[in-house]
């Protein structure tokens, strides 16, 4: 039987390279976004025309009782889900001091809750069948810190302790948990960024390019698939080099 694949964000970006890639290897595919409806849908469309199964749902990942009806969503269409792609997030570039508490909260509310939320709501399925991939996406930034962007690297460090804490609570159910961190990846998150910036960062870049979403999704796809059955706890940057 097919293994099902929810992929949040996957309405655009790096999420929805990975709901086309996951919709041709055969998944069942639940493609979340928050507010671009039609965009998830074409996305549907792309995976349903190839032959593949997928079907769009809308739900903001930091709120629990969406995320609890879209998993009943999965089981009731799909029987539930054995892949997780936790990869929904928003960033933000702003001084320190200009973080309001509203901006903190809601960085931290969709970045890292949103995680827990969906995380915590799949698991029964999948402690039950004893078998789940969970991968969360995170950033360098995590890694490393960005400057003006405080409560986005902490969020994405918080989503790396939790893949590492998670890892080792659910090994022995048959689960592993992975995280991404991505470099600089050409989607809408960056549309802010100037063509000079683009520029310097690729220049910054040992493979001298800007990454896409699928040298993303490849990553993920890796994670879930049977190749990497051995490998729990880790995040896997993709960043052509860029943090070493
Ligand atoms: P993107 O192009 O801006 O797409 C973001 C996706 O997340 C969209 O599908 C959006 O849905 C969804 N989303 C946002 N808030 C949501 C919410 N509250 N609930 C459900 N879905 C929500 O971003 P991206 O660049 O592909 O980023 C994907 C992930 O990679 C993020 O976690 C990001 O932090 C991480 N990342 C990106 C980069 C990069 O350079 N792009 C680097 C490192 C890490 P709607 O379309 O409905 O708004």
Redesign the pocket.
Known sequence: MAKTALI?????????AAAVLFGAKGYNVIV??????K??EEVCEIINSAGGSALPF?????DRGAVNAMTAFAEEKFGGVDVLVN?????EQIMFCDITEEKWDRMF???VK?VYNCTQSVLPHMVHNKFGRIIN?????GITGASCEVH?SAA?AAVIGFTKALAKELGPSGITVNAV??????????GMLDEETMAVLKEETPLERI?T?ED?AEAVFFLASDKASFITGETVSVNGGFVI
């Open positions: 949040t964000g996957a309405s655009r970006g790096i999420g929805r979340n976004y928050a507010s671009s409806a965009k998830a809308c739900a903001d990942v930091s990869n929904a997030g928003i960033a509310d969709v970045d949103g996406v995170s950033s360098m930034w986005y994405k961190a991505p470099g600089v990846i050409a989607t809408e998150m960056n990454g979403p993303v």
